[in-house]
């Protein structure tokens, strides 16, 4: 009912630019929040960035300075520019959000398949 697709990941060496987008699509009502979370091989998944739809944006402080995020509201968009990228960013960066549709009340969380970055030389 819900597809989060991300793109955007690639390889690119240190000191480079990224930005990842999230298209959000199905019957969707109301978007609360939105964010990107990574998971680099051998460690949890963490959050990265998150938006609510009040417009309060959130940044881990490993990218804070160097990160951005941003979204579409009309278009459902998630977007996280991403620039100085060093090695340690390194991971899959995976969209998610929380959303009711149209024909449920409930709130419910989604996720994307993720998007691999490598930064590396």
């Known amino acids: 009912q819900v597809q989060l697709v991300e793109s955007g990941g690639s390889l690119v060496p240190p000191g480079g630019s990224l930005r990842l987008s999230c298209a959000a699509s199905?019957?969707?009502?109301?978007?609360?929040?939105m964010g990107w979370y990574r998971q680099a091989p051998g460690k949890q998944r963490e959050l990265v960035a998150g938006i609510t739809d009040g417009g309060r944006i959130d940044y881990a402080d490993s990218v804070k300075g160097r990160f951005t995020l941003s979204r579409h509201g009309t278009e459902n968009t998630l977007y996280l520019q991403m620039n100085s990228l060093k090695p340690e960013d390194t991971a899959v960066y995976y969209c998610?959000?929380?959303?009711?549709?149209?024909?449920?009340?409930?709130?419910?969380?989604?996720w994307g398949r993720g998007t691999q970055v490598t930064v590396s030389s």
């Open positions: 998610n959000a929380l959303i009711s549709l149209v024909s449920s009340p409930t709130i419910d969380d989604y």
């Open positions: 199905g019957n969707i009502f109301n978007i609360y929040t």
